[in-house]
């Protein structure tokens, strides 16, 4: 981690996490780059979730993994003197059927991986919990097959499979750290109750060791599923007093998706005491001060 810390007073123009039509997004690449141009971005990070060995419809396909590194590498060339573009993946980590993270960034020379869970379980597809996407009847569903409707269990195995993610694989930011509440909206569990701030403290303890970066992540607010950024206030303040460095990003599945709310995200972490974002630039990862 560097520690040179580069100030400024403007609003954080960076973004690293974006999926485009290689994966789960609407456009191609290029109209992602032509709206971080238009925007005054200084960098654009491409994290097309990584190829999965099953049939799915929002993770890269093997047979495009070529022309989407040759296309990135591409862009990297036309828009030089525009703006940074960035190659990377976001990562799946689910126990014995992904692919290790530190190979596949040798292999594909990205610049970053973001770490994420989406589905919870492991050894074979049919045995994925989906916690992810528009509809919370699949979240429902998957809590009542896999865990017989024990929520506790349930959340328990998300943040213990995160903490698979961090003593097994290397990576550089960790993505929307506890999306695990976006379909329980106030149902099932509540954030400040013991058993989840317990979970919530022994990942973050992980997290300060492993000195990964903390995605702030917008898109739960601007889609309507979730009343706070992944991760929340709580979790928030924890971060800044274990000094665990965070990152801003809108996990733009659409091309004007790639500032949305990121004025409220550096409002929301200023409140929590936190004074600087990581970005990356020129190879390495870097301090960006937002006071």
């Not at 609003?11 to 996490?17: E, K, M, S, V, W």
């Not at 596949?104 to 973001?114: F, V």
């Not at 379980?121 to 979240?139: A, K």
Request: charged residues 25%; contains cysteine.
């Amino acid at each position: 981690m560097n520690d040179k810390t580069a100030k400024s007073n403007n609003a954080f123009p960076y973004n690293y996490h974006t999926h485009s039509l290689y994966s789960d997004g609407s456009h191609e690449p290029r109209a992602y780059v032509q709206e971080a141009v238009a925007f005054g971005f200084k960098s654009i990070g491409f994290s097309e979730h990584s190829v999965l060995p099953f049939d799915n419809t929002f993770a890269l396909k093997p047979e495009s993994v070529k022309a989407y590194t040759a296309e990135i590498s591409r862009l990297q060339k036309e828009f030089s003197g525009q703006t940074e573009v960035l190659l990377a993946l976001e990562a799946d980590y689910i126990p014995v059927l992904s692919n290790g993270f530190s190979a596949l960034k040798q292999e594909l020379k990205l610049d970053y991986i973001i770490g994420s869970v989406h589905l919870v379980g492991n050894s074979y597809p049919d045995n994925l919990w989906f916690i992810d996407g528009p509809n919370r009847e699949t979240y429902d569903e998957g809590l009542k097959r896999f865990f017989n409707g024990d929520i506790r269990k349930a959340v328990k195995s998300y943040w213990h499979q995160i903490n698979g993610m961090l003593e097994t694989e290397t990576f550089d930011i960790i993505g929307h750290l506890d999306k695990i509440k976006m379909h329980n909206q106030g149902r099932w569990f509540r954030e400040e109750e013991t058993w989840y701030t317990g979970l919530v403290n022994e990942t973050l303890a992980l997290i300060a060791e492993k000195e990964v970066i903390v995605e702030v992540n917008t898109r739960g607010i601007y889609k309507r599923r979730s009343d706070s950024f992944f991760p929340g206030e709580y979790i928030l303040r924890i971060i800044r007093e274990r000094n665990i460095p965070v990152t801003i990003s809108s996990d733009a599945h659409q091309p004007h998706e790639i500032r949305l709310l990121f004025d409220e995200a550096l409002t929301e972490l200023k409140k929590c005491g936190i004074l600087a974002v990581s970005r990356f630039a020129n190879g390495s990862w870097s301090e960006y001060g937002i006071c």
